[in-house]
């Protein structure tokens, strides 16, 4: 057996391509959609993902701002320009690019996002929408995750997923968007016991730990979805997942790649809330 690979560079420039035809829609209407992204330090890989973000903002029509802080920047100031950016209906989306340096508190940053401009979905009503099954912004990975599973046509009614990773980011979003399609949802995380008996259980497979390649073929359910959130840096510079991928790749059913997964999906969302942010503005107003 080898995998069907789920190709989210593809999807996602499908997605963009049926974005910039809405976004396009709107600026004819007087209204560009419009994303501010706040960058504190100089994280290199931070700086690589604002650039991408930025780069789909382009393609797709959506005007974008970049509000970078020193590395040693006060968390006040940080709070101070969010809060000017909540002010500014030319802003419908806003982004705080983590990880924050140690003196910016990021659960205070992302509390200062106001709702309908936390177009990354990390704040805690729109968090609390998700959990009660209410409309809001879904956190962009996990949200890109569903939409390449319904692409495919993975089944997931009755499945068993297993998800490796309990983030509020990833881990635990996954969780409640799969339980609201009907899987059967076991989140694993450090502690753990017997990892690989329950992830050789799974139907759906997500690995989203930040750990290079520690899915191996062994821990795989032959058939399997094998979703790989994870993107790693290794000391030669290449990039590497959280999964084993070409052992892995034998025994699975689907698979995702790292690069060119789940990565351009978790943009395509990013992009797709804050078109969706815009058009519910102009709704607000009329």
Known sequence: MTARILDGKALAASLRAALKATADGLAQRGLQPGLAAVLVGDDAASQVYVRNKIRACDETGVRSELHRFAADAPERAVLERIASLNADPKVHGILVQLPLPKQVNSERALAAVAAQKDV???GA????????GRPGFVPCTPAGVMRLLEHAGVPLAGRHAVIVGRSTIVGK?????????????TICH????RLADLTRQADILVAAAGRPRMIGAQMVKPGACVIDVGINRLADGTLAGDVDFSPVRDIAGWITPVPGGVGPMTV???IENTVRAAA??????A
Do not use: I, Y
């Open 190 to 193: 450090s502690k753990t016991a």
């Open 268 to 270: 395509a969302m990013l």
């Open 120 to 122: 990354d979905g990390f």
């Open 280 to 285: 519910k503005s102009v709704a607000a107003r």
């Open 173 to 185: 979003p996954m969780a409640l968007l799969l339980l609201q399609k009907d899987a059967t949802v």
């Open 125 to 132: 009503e729109n968090l609390g929408a998700l959990l009660a």
